[in-house]
């Protein structure tokens, strides 16, 4: 299956509640290495939701990216991902149980963005 095929595919929880489309992919280089010496990318999860500008552009991290915590940006632009993104859902790769035709089956997945602290 190839990357491209996964977007835009319905992702539901093994209770079969949705969790949006996949809208984005969490891609990392440090698979084994190729002859240029540079390494594989490997799939690492997905972004489900309605929306993914934000991490698209690099404004989402928090869950993501645990080096990064929260929304990189100006307040305003910070405020306007939250708001897009508030249903989104992180999915780890190795929480995904099955792959079908029209959707992917995941058995955990956790906000793009965590709770805001007070």
């Known amino acids: 299956m190839r990357v491209s095929e996964l977007m835009g595919m319905q992702v539901v929880d093994r209770d079969g509640h949705r969790l949006g489309q996949v809208r984005d992919l969490h ?11 540079q390494a594989a990318l490997q799939l690492r999860g997905l972004v489900a939701g309605r929306f993914a500008i934000g991490t698209r552009l ?18 305003l632009i910070r405020a306007l991902v939250r708001r897009l993104h508030r249903h989104a859902r992180y999915v780890d790769w190795k929480d995904i149980v099955s792959i079908k035709d ?12 965590n709770a805001p602290s007070q």
Do not use: E, L
């Open 27 to 37: 891609v990392i280089q440090d698979g084994p290495q190729h002859a240029t010496g």
């Open 58 to 75: 690099g404004y989402a991290a928090s869950s993501i990216d645990n080096d990064r915590n929260g929304i990189r940006g100006p307040w």
């Open 102 to 113: 029209s959707h992917i089956v995941v058995s955990d997945s956790k906000p793009v963005f």
